[in-house]
């Protein structure tokens, strides 16, 4: 419990998560001797963990939300890909909207942050269309 009174047990704090981890076996230790199992994992998206796919993985199995940081950032390569030009035309959207719109639909909650109105608008507007299943097995060759 906190100094304030405020803690878990009385609803003061709500889901407790884990930031940076990218050890799968840490994680489970973690989520096996923690009373409270963290309910969030957020981390570093880019090609040097593997895109976390064992991590996610498994947080998949124990219902722990993914959220993804650097995500545009760690990943000027895949932005750049052919892939992602071709589903620009199809879509009308960008990169970062094709990428964003991929992650939710695999269930990975993207982050983000801008200084620009006009991001902004493209990053808040990415649930007005749905990759074909496909087309986001297409990207997924490049991750
Ligand atoms: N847990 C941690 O250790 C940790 C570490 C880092 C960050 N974070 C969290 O992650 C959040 C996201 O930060 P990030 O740097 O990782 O985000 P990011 O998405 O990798 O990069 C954000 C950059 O992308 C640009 N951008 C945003 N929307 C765009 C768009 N639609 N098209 C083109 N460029 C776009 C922005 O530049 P403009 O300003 O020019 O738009 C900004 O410089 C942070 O707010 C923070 O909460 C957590």
Redesign the pocket.
Known sequence: MASNGVDYDNGGVKPLGI??CYDLKQLQLLYSNATIKPAII?N?FYARTGYDKSIRAFCKQQHIIYQS??????NPDVLAHDTFSKLAIKYQK?A??LFFRYLTQIDIIP??????KT?MR??LSIFDFELTVDDCAAIEQIL
């Open positions: 930031s940076n957020q570093r940081f650097w995500t545009l950032t760690g960008s970062a909207q982050l983000t942050g801008t200084t620009s991001h493209e990053d």
